[in-house]
């Protein structure tokens, strides 16, 4: 809960339960606390502002407002009795009020913490058009086009803003809400969830470049589902670039209004084998064209004398990595083109990789992650392709699973609630712990990798017990 929302049933709780504990009437200062909530409740709306999980706290606190007005005239001051018709309201109405409670804590609003570098972060969105590809997905014969966000290293300026987690939250928070068969307003609040990166900061000028680092989402995900993770290697002096592949993201807000949702059909459920492995291997080129083009944006850019990125990134250091078909993308893309220097993927969905990829694998640093939840589906699919996959690797190459994790705890949804074991977010392993586990090792891949930096995570035995090594 954030602080106010803490504070208006905190100084309700006090009014209602302290006649209860002393056995006596409460005073005239102790009678004005529901005032008091009423006023946290008004400057909560607008500094905090409004979210539905609230409602029925704010109606609460009306209501016992209303109810106490008597007792600012004449307070009751003396002997309690608790087993009585008043003291059984105290209790029932105590009762309501943690029940009231209970939802903005089960349901608060999102927080990424500390970035944790040495730098600073900012983060800018930007709509990105390939005239040299057709869009396949949108029934319009168009050039494909989709929205990329960037994190990186910046030196902001007063009266910057602290970016949101989610851009157009309102648009996504529906869509991702459907999409876990919840009410279309059940993320509403993600629109007020804030992130340590500044919107459109500055960059802070390097004088070779920083690294680059393109992450790439899973079927029906969206760029911003691993903030937390952007943000920590922001800070610590790499660009990061998440791209939002249209029509195959949750949703897809452009800025001059016009929304593009998911397409089914780009990965057909229930087709026959031969029929979807065609759509996913069609897919995974059009993903890992997108990756291919973003970097030939930001290399006219660095080139741009008079851009604000000239000169800020560092093309000899790339990395690409992705989770669920996003890792199928990072591996596709690194499997074919040389610019890659490190992938790393997160539950990596192997079926959109070519036949030419899973025979040769790839040439680069490779590190793979897998949730236990895949990893127990032993004879999957998935699992029998990229153990052909892997067969092609070096085998300096490390695999490992993390157990009590399910799909969706390599990414920062298990944030939206204490209860995101019981919708399907994530597995039983503490949410803290999993994030301490994936961040270690992601950030750890890329020091190593692209900055040459030692990382003693990868010899030998896990200094975490509950990883596992595969291969």
């Known amino acids: 809960m954030r602080p106010l929302e803490f504070l208006i049933p905190l100084t309700l709780a006090i009014y209602l339960l302290l006649p209860l ?84 804590v089960l349901l608060p609003v999102p927080s990424i913490h500390d970035a944790g570098g040495a730098h600073q972060v900012g983060t800018q969105t930007w709509l990105l058009t390939d005239d040299t590809r057709r869009e396949l997905y949108s029934g319009r014969d168009e050039p494909r086009k989709f929205m990329i966000q960037l994190w990186y290293p910046a030196d902001p300026q007063p009266g910057d803003q602290q970016a949101p987690w989610m851009n157009n939250a309102t648009i996504n928070g529906s869509a991702i809400s459907k999409y876990l068969g919840l009410p279309e307003f059940f993320l ?59 029509y195959g993201a949750v949703v897809t807000a452009f800025p001059d209004g016009e929304v593009a949702y998911n397409n089914p059909s780009a990965l057909p459920s229930g087709a026959p084998d031969e029929e979807y492995d065609k759509a996913a291997h069609l897919l995974a080129d059009q993903w890992a064209g997108d990756i291919s083009f973003t970097l030939e944006v930001l290399g006219n850019m660095v080139m741009d004398v008079r851009g604000s990125f000239w000169g800020a990134f560092d093309f000899n250091r790339i990395g690409v990595y992705g989770h669920s078909t996003g890792g199928g993308a990072a591996i596709q893309f690194c499997g074919t083109d040389p610019r890659c220097k490190a992938v790393l993927a997160m539950d990596p969905f192997m079926t959109p990789v070519s036949e030419q990829v899973l025979e040769s694998g790839v040439s680069q640093p490779a590190f793979f992650l897998f949730s236990q939840r895949w990893i127990d589906d032993v004879d999957s699919k998935n699992n029998l392709l990229f153990n052909r996959f892997y067969s092609h690797l070096d085998q300096t190459t490390r695999v490992i699973g993390i157990q009590g994790t399910t799909h969706y705890d390599f990414t920062d949804l298990p944030m939206l609630s204490p209860v995101a074991p019981q919708l399907g977010l994530k597995g039983p392993l503490n949410g803290k712990r999993v994030t301490e586990i994936v961040d270690s090792y992601l950030i750890s891949f890329f020091e190593l990798n692209l900055k040459n930096q030692p990382a003693d995570l990868f010899d030998g035995p896990s200094k975490y017990h509950e990883v596992i090594n595969l291969h």
């Not at 500094?47 to 609230?54: A, H, P």
């Not at 001051?77 to 903005?104: D, M, N, Q, V, Y």
């Not at 000028?205 to 922001?234: C, E, M, R």
């Open 21 to 104: 504990f002393t056995g006596r009437g409460n005073p005239r200062s102790i009678s004005f606390l529901p005032v008091l909530a009423l006023a946290l409740t008004g400057v909560h709306l607008l500094v905090e502002r409004y979210r539905w999980q609230m409602i029925p706290l704010y109606a609460l606190t009306g209501v016992i407002m209303l109810a106490a007005i008597p007792g600012f005239f004449q307070p009751a001051t003396g002997e309690f009795k608790r087993l009585s018709w008043s003291g059984i309201g105290l209790l029932g109405t105590s009762f309501l009020l943690a029940a009231s409670a209970a939802l903005p």
């Open 188 to 246: 509403d609040h993600l629109a007020l969830s804030k992130t340590p990166a500044w919107q459109d900061a500055p960059l802070k000028p390097s004088a070779d470049g920083y690294p680059i680092i393109v992450f790439s989402h899973g079927w029906n995900g969206f760029a911003t589902q691993n903030t937390g993770q952007a943000v920590k290697l922001a800070s610590r002096g790499y660009v990061v670039v998440a791209i939002q592949h249209t």
